[in-house]
């Protein structure tokens, strides 16, 4: 009977991590879109510089996140969202440069790409 218990204590242990990490993930990738949208905002109000805060304060946590999506999130598609975001950076600091709705757009992509990848579907499971 013990057995089943700790069986049983286990399986609500991982699940409850399992959720933690679902809610974490929600957390983080919405953070990091608010900063990114307030960017592009920012951008298209003609704010250059106030649209390079935005981003840089997005990489920022995107940064200090590194221990965590390099734990649970797949390598190739952290390492795309930092080329994106370093990609949108260059483009920020280059004042006529072109493309940089498609970055903003590459970038969101990545995130969301990330994103989904968390929740619970057939084919995150399978």
Known sequence: MKREQAAIA???LLLAIALWNIHHADF???QLEENLLRSERALSRGDRDMALTALDN???LWQRSRGYTG???RHPDVDAASDAFYEL????????AEGIEAAYERLR???DTLDDMEHLSWGTVF
């Open 10 to 12: 286990l399986l609500l």
């Open 28 to 30: 983080l990738t919405d």
């Open 58 to 60: 997005a990489l920022s």
């Open 71 to 73: 734990v649970f999130f």
């Open 89 to 96: 950076q260059q483009l920020l600091l280059q004042r006529d």
């Open 109 to 111: 992509y990545h995130l």
